[in-house]
């Protein structure tokens, strides 16, 4: 299924074919290409080069970690993600380790790392749908955790299945047109909401 953005300006091939589906295929992800995203991940920049955030990874074939996952996600969550073939949960480190100052950018790396996994994960053929719907504490105590990390988002990541394949909710939403906001809704000049064109 053609999923490409219709962009008003040129921009990457691969950003214009990344796109979160709900629906994945039963087909794994081989572990080179997971070690592939990992890596992706970690040339991601980030503030005083601190890399504060942690990935930590189950796949299907690992029955017991990939539930123990999946119980980290809210139901809503849970109800379509169970079929993707990989979980990742997203931690973030929120203080410096060089002087435990705290790291007002470590989401926002984090966020940055997590966009490196989508551009590789799409030049692969796979398809990462990122959730902020998790159960931060649950995580915190089955994974063990330290308190100054946070457990922040989810991803799930595989091959998109076949729209038709899918029970109707989520074929409909699989189907629906992508849609984003104009640039003069969020590219300002000279003032806020002022747009720069």
């Given amino acids: 299924m053609n999923k ?7 921009i990457h091939e691969l950003i214009r074919k990344r796109w979160s589906p709900y629906g994945f295929d039963e087909r ?4 080179q290409d997971i070690d592939a995203l990992m890596e992706a991940a970690r040339w991601a920049p980030s503030s ?19 539930d123990q996952l999946l119980s980290c996600l809210v139901d809503a969550n849970q109800a379509w993600a169970k079929a993707a073939p990989v979980l990742v949960l997203c931690c973030t ?6 002087n435990g100052k705290p ?4 989401t ?8 490196n996994i989508c551009f590789e994960a799409t030049a692969r053929g796979l398809s990462v749908h990122q959730m902020i719907g998790i159960h931060s ?7 063990e955790v330290p308190e100054d990390i946070q457990p922040l988002t989810a991803m799930a990541i595989g091959y998109a ?3 038709e394949s899918l029970p109707e909710e989520l074929k409909q939403r699989d189907q629906a047109t992508r849609q984003r906001k104009p640039l003069s809704e969020f590219v300002f000049s000279g003032k806020w909401g002022h747009p720069a064109n």
């Fill in 103 to 106: 790291n007002a950018a470590a």
């Fill in 137 to 143: 504490d649950k995580a915190r105590e089955v994974f």
């Fill in 93 to 98: 480190r929120l203080k410096f380790s060089r």
């Fill in 4 to 10: 490409e953005a219709s962009s008003d300006h040129p």
């Fill in 48 to 66: 005083y080069n601190e890399q504060p955030w942690s990935f930590i990874v189950a796949t299907r074939d690992d029955g017991e970690r990939f």
């Fill in 161 to 163: 299945a076949d729209p």
């Fill in 28 to 31: 794994s992800v081989s572990k």
């Fill in 108 to 115: 926002h790396d984090l966020g940055l790392a997590a966009g």
